[in-house]
């Protein structure tokens, strides 16, 4: 279980993350969504202490991360970028297997693992493990930013809008790809995205922000129904609105 | 053409020598010099204020003249070695390597310190953001992502600073380091054009392999192919193994140095100085081209061991004197203070003056009815004069212009085997001469007599260090060079040595001049 209690973070004047208190439940699939600049990716840094908050504090199983060393948290959490960031001198493999490496492991528990997790991410390990990351597609590379991610077998991941650089059939399919590994390892699993669609299929619940403040979480259907205020109900209401007129297109009334 | 063939082959014969010091002090410079610059760069990637001041830093050493900067390492040098004796009784030697070291090690920082933080300042954020992300620490960060990414980067850097520390380690001569700027400047020196150009060219090829050998490292780095690391380091060790294993061979006794200035007569007199002490068992080596000061302090600080200085040099540079008691007095005066004060021991002049005077073409004396320097102060404002590079900042010269009042309309400065040509084409109507130079017969050109002694004399002399002061055997080996050449047949010496035909390397009028020695002390010995 995480907790963040009136988590804030301040450049200057401006309040990127305004107070926000949240409960995450083990084994949770949550989505933060909000506009661009609504602070849902330095929330997300927040938690793994990529960035130190101003004031309020965050609780992972009860134990304040202020009294985990940085660097030892980062090792027990996974996180994955938006621009992925591999490693482009290092191959597959190493790319992966960059957290055991870190951590001190033997070479073959290396090699063992770093096989298992592509084969999880649905990269034949003997085609890719000795590629360098510039010889793949932008999905390949993703899947590999997941299995470094999963690599020290974290029980927290992070997920800065994962899927956000890639055409929307590799997005789907990995989105879909990710859900069933949250599950089956158990995960509790923080997405950042600004696609509502997105944050509607893979969320248990949905916790959506505005210029840095938490305005509401819920289920979708708890934020469908019964939306706080007019921006929650827009927000809601898009990927509605969209199919709406999508559907109109296929059946030829626009 | 034998001419040329037998200047290959001397060239050919000290390649060893001059190859093997020059790689040893390029390798050693940037060893040095990267070892300080590469954590220096890792710093001031971090760090924005000391980037500024580092970068800052280099960037001026660069500004300075390259020969200036091995120079001024120089007096540094003499200045800390006299303070590390008085305060641990250890000093150093200040003149050759270590000046030449520093000078080159300073001047290989700029392009590793800016290629080193423009390759660290390059790596893509988002991989610096993934590094942290995964749980990296700033050391694994820095050595498992941004060094290796920079790699290509900083090794550019240290291809251009390997470049340029060869190239300019050829002038590290002058500061008294055997390298191969030695063909250069004694080539310079004696025209000998054959010697200028093998320097250039062995430079040039030198440059040319550690160029291609780092850039194939280079590209190994890039396209990640161990083999092409492989083969250039294995090219390299070659390449440098290949060049320093002559110096291993003779590492024996310490030899006896020899310095010499940087004009032809030093140089004759230099090799007459060296067959003498070979002939009495002694090895030897040579620090050529040295300048007045440098090799008078290299003298007194024990780094040289002998060499020919000229008495009036001593008596206005060294002991201030502007007074002019006379030739002997003079000798006498000099020989008593360099004993007091430095310890150097002057066994007595050679035989000659080759004091400084002022020449015109006859003709143009002629017509112009000039005839002494007293003379010329009154034709001086409408006149051009030539000098060497000391002449104009000399006492000697400052007395000229109080004791005669003269003050010309142009200076100009030459290298001294230009300034003959200058005034016998018209380019300049007075050249300061030295009167044992045989292109003043040869260029029929009228010396300007001193009527009021405004210059002192200038016997030749020679002067022993400290060090070797009270070996016996040393200065029983020069002592048949004392009284033993006169005016004439060094002027004839030195015009072998500067003529266009029949040009004949020092070395051979060296070897000469000792025939005669030898021959005038056999006859001696039988009166």
Redesign the interface.
Known sequence: MIELRGLSKHYGPVAAVDGVSLRIETGEFLVLAGQSGSGKTTTLSLI?R?IEPSSGAILIDCADTRETDP?????QIG?V?Q???????MTVAENAG??LK?AGRARREIDARVDELLALVRLPPERFRNALPAALSGGQRQRVGVA??LAASPRLMLMDEPFGALDPLTRDELAADYRRIHERLGLTTVLVTHDMTEAMLLGDRIALMREGRLVQAGTPRELISSPADEFVRAMMDSPTKRARALADLQAGRA | MSGDAGAVSAALSHLGDYLGWHVLLSLSAMLIGVSISLPLAVLCARLRLLRATALGFAGIIQTIPSLALLALFYPLLLGLSAFTRATFGIGFRALGFLPALAALALYSMLPVLRNTIAGLDGVDPAVKKAARGVGMTHSQMLFLVELPLAAPVILAGIRIAAVWVIGTATLSTPVGQTSLGNYIFTGLQTENWVFVLFGCGAAAVLTLLVDRLLALAEAGVVRRSKLRIAAAGLGLVLVFGAALLPLTADAGSRPAVVGTKNFEEQYILGALIEDRLRAAGYSTVRRDGLGSTVIFDALAAGEIDVYVDYSGTVWADDMKRRDRPGRRAVLAQMTDWLRRTRGIRCLGGLGFENAYAFAMRRDRAAALGIHSLADLARFAPALRIGGDYEIFSRPEWRAVEQVYGVKFGTERQYQSNFLYRAVASGDVDVVSAFSTDGRIPLYDLKVLSDPKGALPPYDAVLLVSPARAKDANFIAALTPLLGAIDLGRMQRANLMADREKGKRSPEEIAADLDAFVAARRLQRGRK
Do not use: Q, S
């Not at chain 1, 660097?71 to 090792?75: D, E, N, Y």
């Open positions: 793994n990529l660097v030892a948290l980062r090792r996180f970028f621009d992925i960031g591999l490693f482009p001198h960059i957290a870190l470094r991610a």
